[in-house]
Every structure is written in C-alpha cells, then in structure tokens.
C-alpha cells in the first residue's frame, strides 16, 4: 500500500516540541513579534519571513505568537482572537497612556488582568529563557537533545506513524570498544572524542533529523517521514563520518543499529529494541558496521 504523504501541519504538537522550536534559528523571536504588532517597522526580509511563517503554519501561526510571549501555549483558534483582543487593548494602552505601550507588556496585561488567561507573571528576559530550554532539554557535554527527550519524541514520532502512516526509523549509534579508550587514553579524551562525535553527528543530520545522546557512549537518530532504505543510507554517512582520531593515531569508530516503523512496531519501545537488537548484531559483525532491523511490513 502506498503511505500517503503528510502534511506535517497536521501533526500533534507537544510542549517539547515547542520549546525545541524556540532554539531553532527561524524561531519567532519577541522582537520579531513586537515589530509585527507595530513597536518599530518591519524590515522588507522580516515581512518575507513573517509571510512564510503565516503560510507554513496556518492557524499555528497565532499560538506562535502568543508562545514567544507568554511561554504557554493557546489553541490556534483561541490564539487568533486573543491576538486580535491583545493588539486593540495595546492600542487603548497607548492611547490612555500617551506614549506607545510595548507589545509583551500589552499582552501580558491583557491576558493576567483582563481574560485572566495567565496567573502570577513572570519576565524573563529572552536569553535566559533559551538558555533555560536548552539546559533542559540538551546533554551538557555533547550539545545534543538528552536521554528524556528523546523519549518524549520517539514516542511522538511512532505515534505520528500509526496514525497517519508515515514513515519514521531510528537508528542507534554506540562507540566501538569505547571503555578501552578511557582505560588507555583516560577520560578527558573520552569526552573530546565524546564531543566531536556528537558534533559530526549534528553535521551529517538532516535538519529534520532529531539526533540524541541516548546514554553513555551511545547517541540515537530518529528519522521522521524516512523510510527503510533511505535510513540505511543516512547511517553509513554517520557511521563513516563519525570516525574520530585518537591523540596516539588510532581511530575510533562507530557501530550503528536502524529500525523503521512497521505493523508490528505498536509502540515506541517496540521500535527501540528492534533498533537495539540491529546494533547488538554490528557489533557481532565486527563493529564499524551498520545492521538494518528486520523488515516488518
């Protein structure tokens, strides 16, 4: 059968996923925001990218606005109208008081003293509130998105296939013979080949990708829309660039394990084991290998 392309606009969101949203270098930031609601003008490239982001996310681009304000998310709908409430008490603001009232703190009176939509607000400025997501949200040493997301997301990313039938593998990625490493080169240069590696992996990833530290000497890729063979051709390209060089020569590789989504993977866990059992069998096969799951529909 034929799986049917999907539109991700139509794709359950989670509050992870917008926070991940608010690192991404596209993100809606408030100042962005503040320009649209009329703080200062909008630049020509700032109106090419507002139109985009209207067209790419429909009704959401409403809940986004809101979101890079308040940190608390609205339904779409819901979004609309209190943005279209928010932008005429700011205009009442201003006028009342005789000078422009800024965009946040108009939307932020509006929806803690008005519509009572928000209880005890908070500001934060904007940086601190990046650097608050990303600690949460990313392992400290690699940079990569931690061992808790990760889960939250397979778990999204299988839900999203059954659903809708959309195709998503996840491929796990261990370091070959890595306790061996520390023992003669010692832990400080674990961690730099640690590092590097997770560095490469983010380099060789596709944007879509969503690529983990999944525990210890081992990281994960999930692969959303990506169907069986294309995973096997994105891992040999991890696998082969992730190789690192030791300080005394010898290079380091890495196995790697890819599992896609089929009818019998039911859950997220069912997808983590076949993903696990692949990468048992690379390393059976030698290492610096990678080993596609069985196929299962």
């Known amino acids: 059968m034929k799986v049917p392309k999907v539109d991700a606009r139509q794709l359950e969101e989670t ?21 649209l609601a009329g703080d200062r003008q909008l630049t020509d ?12 996310r429909g009704h959401r681009f409403f809940s986004d606005l809101l979101y890079s304000i308040t940190h608390q998310y609205f339904p779409p709908l819901i979004a609309e109208k209190l943005w279209t409430a928010v932008l005429v008490h700011k205009k009442e603001l201003s006028t009342v008081l005789g000078r422009n009232v ?9 929806l803690s003293n008005i519509t009572s939509n928000m209880s005890s607000a908070t500001l934060v400025g904007e940086r601190v509130i990046e650097e608050i997501v990303g600690l949460s949200l990313r392992d400290g040493l690699t940079g990569l998105f931690n061992h808790t ?7 999204l990313e299988v839900r999203r296939s059954l659903r809708y039938g959309a ?10 013979d890595f306790k061996a490493v520390n023992d003669s080169y010692g832990h400080q240069e674990g961690d730099r080949i640690l590092a590097a590696m997770g560095r490469t992996l983010l380099h060789v990833a596709r944007d879509s990708d969503i690529c983990c530290r999944y525990g210890g000497e081992e990281f994960a ?14 891992a040999e390209r991890m696998r082969t660039a992730m190789a690192e060089s030791l300080s005394g020569g010898e290079t380091v590789t890495v196995s790697v394990g890819v599992a ?18 692949a990468l048992y069998q690379a390393k059976r096969n030698g290492k610096n290998c990678v080993v596609m799951g069985a196929a299962d529909g």
């Not at 509050?15 to 320009?35: I, K, Y």
């Not at 490239?45 to 790419?56: D, V």
């Not at 195709?167 to 070959?176: G, T």
Request: glycine share 4%.
């Open 221 to 234: 890729a999930i692969l959303p829309l990506t169907d069986r063979q294309e995973a096997g051709a994105i």
């Open 15 to 35: 509050d992870a996923d917008r926070r991940r949203g608010m690192l991404d270098d596209h993100a809606l930031t408030v100042d962005l925001v503040s320009a």
């Open 167 to 176: 195709h998503v593998c996840l491929a796990l990625i261990d370091i070959d």
């Open 260 to 277: 896609a989504c089929g009818k019998k993977t039911q859950r997220y866990q069912d997808l983590v084991e076949k993903a696990d059992a």
């Open 102 to 110: 800024r965009t946040v703190v108009a939307t932020l009176d509006y």
């Open 149 to 155: 997301y990760f889960f939250q997301q397979i778990d």
């Open 45 to 56: 490239a700032e109106n090419e990218r507002l139109g985009q982001l209207k067209k790419e």
